[in-house]
């Protein structure tokens, strides 16, 4: 079975544009989950979504915003792109709404430099 | 503010050695414990998790040790392989309320094992 898919894998914008994430979780999962990692830090909440309504938010400006769509795939989109927007930006899903014991599974990130 | 702390930033083992990270907590809400593996141009993937109400939960070479008391967990690798160099990430699951699911991670340690 695949994995969790992102894309693009790398995307490369400059300040003020607007940028759009593709996330397809594993097959069955109804949650997904974005994350944003800054270079040598850990993954930080951006959103979690499950069964198409947002479900939690991190502390992030209203520039980020996403959605999730009936087959459960997501996007995540980012408005007046800043320099320290520049990570790596992943996907989680699980099978139900993440909680204890429910393993979220990682994609490999989408890699965004802002210029 | 960081609610998971993770130490030590860097850590280099030689092959065979013992690789212990650490990792603290303050937030009394959080009610699992995962570690993640991320090797380069991957996401994190789970490694191993632990339940407050376990001390310690051994899966091959990889053991969670964990003192609810003093809110304190450590990942210990034994007889460690190069191939176990990765950046490792210790994480907390809060048990309910908004912030439901999410993960919060450590800094990460990037451990190297040569030969």
């Known amino acids: 079975d695949a994995g969790v898919t992102q894309s693009p894998t790398h995307l490369i914008k400059t300040r003020g544009q607007h940028v759009t994430l593709r996330c397809s979780p594993i097959s069955g999962h109804k949650s997904v989950s974005w994350y944003q990692q800054v270079l040598g830090q850990g993954p930080q909440f951006i959103f979690q979504y499950y069964e198409k309504e947002e479900r939690g938010r991190g502390n992030f400006p209203d520039r980020f915003s996403a959605r999730q769509f009936p087959n459960y795939s997501s996007e995540l989109n980012v408005n007046a792109l800043l320099l320290g927007d520049s990570a790596l930006y992943l996907c989680?899903?699980?099978?139900?709404?993440?909680?204890?014991?429910?393993?979220?599974?990682f994609g490999p990130g989408t890699r965004l430099l802002v210029l | 503010q960081q609610q998971v702390k993770q130490s030590p930033q860097s850590l280099i083992v030689q092959k065979g050695g013992i690789s212990i990270i650490n990792c603290a907590y303050e937030n009394t809400a959080f009610d699992y414990f995962p570690w993640y593996q991320q090797f380069p141009g991957k996401g994190p993937a789970l490694l191993i998790a632990?339940?407050?109400?376990?001390s310690e939960k051994k899966e091959g070479r990889f053991t969670i040790s964990f003192n609810k008391s003093a809110k304190q967990f450590s990942l210990h690798i034994m007889d460690s392989q190069p191939g176990d160099s990765a950046t490792y990430f210790c994480a907390a699951i809060p048990r309910g309320g908004s912030t439901l699911g999410r993960l919060y991670f450590g800094r990460g340690t990037q451990l190297t094992v040569w030969p």
């Open positions: 632990i339940r407050p109400d376990v």
């Open positions: 989680a899903s699980s099978v139900q709404l993440a909680a204890q014991g429910e393993t979220q599974y």
